[in-house]
T-cell receptor, first 114, second 113 residues
Framework: AQSVTQLGSHVSVSEGALVLLRCNYS??????LFWYVQYPNQGLQLLLK??????LVKGINGFEAEFKKSETSFHLTKPSAHMSDAAEYFC????????????FGTGTKLQVIP | ETGVTQSPTHLIKTRGQQVTLRCSSQ?????VSWYQQALGQGPQFIFQ???????GRGNFPPRFSGLQFPNYSSELNVNALELDDSALYLC????????????FGEGSRLTVL
């Protein structure tokens, strides 16, 4: 079975500081990995995805993530936080074969302090 | 290009009642997935419809059922509502591709009293 674990349900950073949101996955087959963002009272929006090509993936709004197989990690980073980055971030995993079931983590709420 | 729309946005029901939630998928998408997001949790996969048939289901009881129509829109039905069914129900449309992006609607917030 596939699963993701997000370390830290709440993360606070100062505006302009590095953002690091942690995600570890568990999968018996090569995974596809995603980061989604959810703003208050909205649905989820894809930030970026890893699908077995380049291990460093760049997404929207200046975010990027690196797939590290040896560490089973897919951490999300952004060099400089902006106030508009305040939202909840979800790591997710899918896999090839069968139906398109995407399994989400429990989420990390990012607070950006001015 | 029209995005994913869900209705109603909010509703309140009492225990034992039944509810139907609706979703219009994004143009060009043939797959609809439904997720339940309880307060403070990540979305939990309920089931997926592809070409009008359920082709995958999460750990939800049979009182959660659905339909997909020829235009790829979809319904989620929940019978015999329980208090724990209170949640945000999210619909996501996509192409049938495990690497593909899920396009989410804004959800239907169900409160069961």
């Amino acid at each position: 079975a596939q699963s993701v674990t997000q370390l830290g349900s709440h993360v606070s950073v100062s505006e302009g500081a590095l953002v690091l949101l942690r995600c570890n996955y568990s999968s018996s087959v090569p995974p596809y990995l995603f980061w989604y963002v959810q703003y208050p009272n909205q649905g989820l929006q894809l930030l970026l995805k890893y699908t077995s090509a380049a291990t460093l993936v760049k997404g929207i709004n200046g975010f990027e993530a690196e797939f590290k197989k040896s560490e089973t990690s897919f951490h999300l980073t952004k060099p400089s936080a902006h106030m508009s980055d305040a939202a909840e971030y979800f790591c997710a995993v899918s896999f090839s074969g069968g139906y398109q079931k995407v399994t989400f983590g429990t989420g990390t709420k990012l607070q950006v302090i001015p | 290009e029209t995005g994913v729309t869900q209705s109603p946005t909010h509703l309140i029901k009492t225990r034992g009642q039944q509810v139907t939630l609706r979703c219009s998928s994004q143009s060009g998408h043939n797959t609809v997935s439904w997720y339940q997001q309880a307060l403070g949790q990540g979305p939990q996969f309920i089931f997926q419809y592809y070409r009008e048939e359920e082709n995958g289901r999460g750990n939800f009881p049979p009182r959660f059922s659905g339909l997909q129509f020829p235009n790829y829109s979809s319904e989620l039905n929940v019978n015999a509502l329980e208090l724990d069914d209170s949640a945000l129900y999210l619909c996501a449309s996509s192409s049938y591709d495990p690497t593909g992006e899920l396009f989410f609607g804004e959800g239907s917030r169900l409160t069961v009293l």
